[in-house]
């Protein structure tokens, strides 16, 4: 095989876990068709995400994208954390950011700081802080994809949790709305139209009062680089309440936006990427 001409181009380590079968969505085939389009500009390898420690040193940036719930693999992604930021290496996301990076604390500092988001508790002492309800939702800081989460009639926490839970209301709501940035600049936006149906979702055009709603919280976030999912809830009064603040590896639903959409969307990724190894 003769070599190309010209200049080495940058080589990407793509950590995905292909094999994760998540509901409703097709992890698989969102990470194939996004390699496919970063290997116009990147020299690019995939790696399941007990790999990626061993491996990040020989390639000039790192992509982590779907690699399913870090709950999954703890011991080897902290080691890859740890390896990251002790060899400097370039990582998108960055490993900065204080959304679901982070865990969910930030959904009690957001409802103590009385952002709009569901109302958050993770102590007993607070638990009367929440308002009526039907019935509340409790589930792990650490937890994703609905690990570990259960409902009760009351809000309650068990002796000993140390504030490794929280407790939410359950929310009436119409439907979920998501909205997609590239670091600050906002790309897309989805909804899912039925409640029931959460991936089951439909191009929704923001106004400018849901996107003000969202770029609070990603101003808020402390993410350098990288891809954030703003999700959201639409309460029976029209408000909108923050669900989750998703910067570690949010899944994107690219097939469920336009080709256009689609596009421009990879051409922010792979500007992100290009400013990160800038």
């Not at 994208?65 to 990582?91: C, I, K, M, T, W």
């Not at 950011?97 to 709009?116: C, H, N």
């Not at 409640?195 to 923001?206: G, K, Q, T």
């Amino acid at each position: 095989m003769t070599a190309a001409s010209g200049p080495p181009r940058p080589s990407v380590l793509f950590v995905t876990d292909l094999a994760y079968e998540a509901r409703g969505r097709r992890y698989c085939d969102e990470d194939i068709f996004l390699t496919s389009r970063l290997r116009e500009t990147f020299d690019v390898a995939l790696c399941h995400p007990r790999d990626a420690a061993a491996l990040l040193d020989g390639f000039d940036a790192v992509v982590v994208r779907n690699s399913g719930p870090v709950l999954h693999h703890q011991e080897a992604y902290d080691a890859f954390v740890a390896r990251a930021r002790r060899s400097g290496a370039r990582v998108c996301n960055t490993l900065d950011g204080r959304g679901d990076m982070a865990g969910k604390q930030y959904l009690v500092d957001l409802s103590r700081a009385g952002f709009p988001v569901i109302p958050t508790v993770d102590s007993r002492d607070d638990l009367g802080l929440l308002p009526r309800s039907d019935g509340y939702v409790v589930k792990p800081k650490l937890g994703a994809d609905s690990m570990g989460l259960r409902f009760t009639e009351r809000p309650e926490l068990p002796e000993g949790a140390g504030g490794t839970l929280l407790v939410q209301p359950r929310i009436d709501f119409r439907y979920e709305v998501s909205f997609y940035f590239v670091d600050h600049d906002f790309q897309y936006a989805l909804h899912a139209p039925h409640p029931e149906r959460r991936w089951v979702l439909e191009p929704y055009a923001p106004s400018s009062e849901d996107l003000d709603f969202a770029r609070r919280f990603v101003e808020w976030n402390t993410l350098t680089h990288g891809i954030q999912r703003v999700d959201a809830c639409r309460t029976p009064e029209g408000d909108l309440l923050l669900v989750e603040l998703e910067d570690l590896n949010p899944y994107l639903s690219l097939d469920r936006v336009p080709e256009e959409v689609r596009d421009a969307f990879v051409a922010r990724m792979t500007a992100c990427v290009r400013e990160l190894l800038a």
